[in-house]
Nanobody
Framework: QVQLAESGGGSVNSGGSLRLSCTGS????????MGWFRQAPGKEREGIAM???????RYAAFLKGRFTISKDHVENILHLQIHSLKPEDTAMYYC?????????????????WGKGTLVTISS
């Protein structure tokens, strides 16, 4: 059974950085396309970044280079590095896995979700 568990969230001042991690079990990352989504209070879930089986990465256009997705094949961990955090980055951040290429605009197509890790940015 595929299970995803996020960690690394917390409360950070504006301008700070965070590194989120997603640990998987029941599979290896090479079998899936992996990604990160987030959902702010009262808003829809939105895609942030994805990394394909061959290491190709894609990012949502609105991020403007502040986010970096990576994966550790040995430890089976997915990371999301976030710099220059802003109050509008406050959200629950979710790890996602899919048998097919992830579409950041279609969270309904994700096969597996973690439970999320909360990121709160204060100004």
């Amino acid at each position: 059974q595929v299970q995803l568990a996020e960690s690394g969230g917390g409360s950070v001042n504006s301008g700070g950085s965070l590194r989120l991690s997603c640990t998987g079990s029941g599979y290896t990352y090479s079998a899936f396309t992996m990604g990160w989504f987030r959902q702010a209070p009262g808003k829809e879930r939105e895609g942030i970044a994805m990394i394909d089986r061959d290491g190709t990465t894609r990012y949502a256009a609105f991020l403007k280079g502040r986010f970096t997705i990576s994966k550790d094949h040995v430890e089976n961990i997915l990371h999301l590095q976030i710099h220059s955090l802003k109050p509008e980055d406050t959200a629950m951040y979710y790890c996602a896995a899919s048998h097919w290429p992830l579409n950041l605009g279609r969270p309904e197509a994700v096969d597996y979700w973690g439970k999320g890790t909360l990121v709160t940015i204060s100004s």
